[in-house]
């Protein structure tokens, strides 16, 4: 009777999650004399074995930090599991706006004299088309299956040596969209005669604000989990604004002012290719099935436009379905 009374002294205390009492409760029950205090039965034995089995995990668990867990972009600790390279291909394509372009709104630097010096014409980069081609676009496999019935999911690049450069030049961000693996070093540089405030604004990365002095040496910043794309402006001046996009593997790239893109190093095997550039609250974004065979480069060329930038959100019609001409009645 007195150990069952003793047991359940145990999952109360367990139940209001008071660890530091547990071993203050053990410790007087066994020293408080009586034989049925020290011969405990096979089942007592065991009841007390799950019971700290369960504490110390209980224990662990709260140690962690938590967070509630819904964070699906936090990379796995351990070491990396890079993406194959056998037979590797690569997927081509140029991105191009339907229709005629948004204008560049101009922007005024006055506020800041050093600006207003070194960029007296400087307009907003939303839409930067040439001749139909769309540059600025974030290019990546987001999912799909090897050939080999394994998934793009599962591997995740090692952080390159080399850095990525940002720099503060003529008073805007450039480049105006880059792309890292996680973890990759981002070298912030002032190339401006006047001082800088960069702001990372992420969802899944811890927020980072530094000032940056003319003249100052190079900031160092990385970023611990993948997440497409990461707002970067500057509070100095808020007209300066760049997007970060942070992948697990090095299967993106961005597309220049001709509008095309390369990703190298694709495994064979068939992905889901997208498309991101920035417009609206979470930016406009296409995709498109692609399959890369050994050896051998597949094309996945990306049309926006008007339709494009009023969806806005990604899981929409496609593309194609929006542009298509419309016949019947209205």
Known sequence: MANRRFFGALAATLANDKWGMLECKIRSHFQSGG??????TKSARLWLGLIAAISLLSLASSCTGGGGGNNTNEEPAGPSKPVPTKDAGTITGKV??????????????????????????????????????????????????????????????????????????????????????????????NSDPTTHNIHFMPKNN???????????????????????????????????????????????????????????GVPPGKYTVVAWHEGGTTGTQQTMEVEVKPSASAT????????????????????LALEAPLTGKH
């Open 35 to 40: 034989t049925e205090s020290v011969m405990l």
């Open 96 to 189: 191009t706006y339907a229709g005629t372009a948004p204008a560049p709104i101009k922007i005024d630097t006055s506020a800041d004299p050093a600006c207003a010096k070194a960029s007296p014409t400087l307009t907003s980069e939303e839409w930067v088309v040439n001749n139909g081609n769309l540059a600025n676009t974030f290019v990546y496999i987001k999912e799909g299956t090897l050939a080999d019935g394994t998934k793009i999911a599962d591997y995740s690049d090692p952080a390159p040596s080399s850095s990525v450069t940002l720099d503060q030049r003529g008073c805007h961000y450039k480049p105006h969209v880059l792309g890292v693996v996680v973890n990759q070093n981002i070298s912030i540089t």
């Open 206 to 264: 811890p927020d980072w604000n530094q000032s940056q002095v003319n003249g100052a040496p190079a900031l160092t910043h990385k970023l611990s989990h993948a997440e497409v794309l990461v707002n970067v402006k500057c509070n100095q001046h808020p007209w300066m604004k760049s997007y970060v996009g942070v992948m697990k593997n090095k299967l993106f790239a961005v597309s220049g002012e001709d509008g095309s893109y390369t990703i190298s």
């Open 300 to 319: 996945a060329d990306f049309k926006f436009g008007a339709a494009a930038e009023l969806r806005g959100q990604p899981g929409s019609l496609p593309v």
